[in-house]
């Protein structure tokens, strides 16, 4: 009687694990594409933020989708859609300024891979349980505590 207990918990197991694994090939393209969206996400809010940035004449602050989309040269797109709501631009006295973009983990990596690509500095920052990407320097990355 206890072989016949140890084989079928052993079954068990071996039955969850197929499962799992089933499951988890089910989900990495699912996952894979929600990265990919999240990406070009992020690659349109940077290009619009930056086109504000370039005649950004305010003081230092926090800037918002709704007024980045703004931007002269902005694409029609851009200006129809929305951006998740924690996104934003701070600036800086020094009108220096940091993307504030929380991203997925798969989407970090793919942003950090296009970046080593393109030969940008990018670096992943964590603020408060967030990941943030900064463009720029190895210094600049202290930029990203303006996320907060």
């Known amino acids: 009687m206890p072989l016949l207990v140890i084989i079928v918990i052993a079954f068990l197991m071996l039955a969850a694990g197929m499962t799992k694994n089933t499951q988890q090939a089910i989900d990495a393209p699912v996952a894979v594409a929600a990265a990919r969206a999240q990406v070009e996400q992020y690659q349109l809010f940077m290009f619009v933020a ?37 996104w934003r631009v701070v600036v800086a006295a020094d009108k220096s300024w940091v993307a504030c973009t929380d991203l997925d983990e798969r989407a970090v990596g793919i942003v950090q891979q296009l970046a080593a690509n393109g030969g940008h500095g990018l670096q992943q920052v ?16 202290g930029k990203a505590s303006q996320c907060n």
Request: hydrophobic fraction near 40%.
């Open 50 to 86: 930056t086109l504000y940035m370039q005649d950004y004449s305010g003081g230092a602050g926090s800037i918002v989708w709704s007024t980045l989309k703004t931007a002269r040269g902005a694409p029609s797109g851009a200006v129809g859609g929305n951006m998740p709501a924690s």
């Open 126 to 141: 964590n603020v408060s349980a967030s990941k943030f990407m900064v463009v720029g320097a190895p210094a600049d990355s």
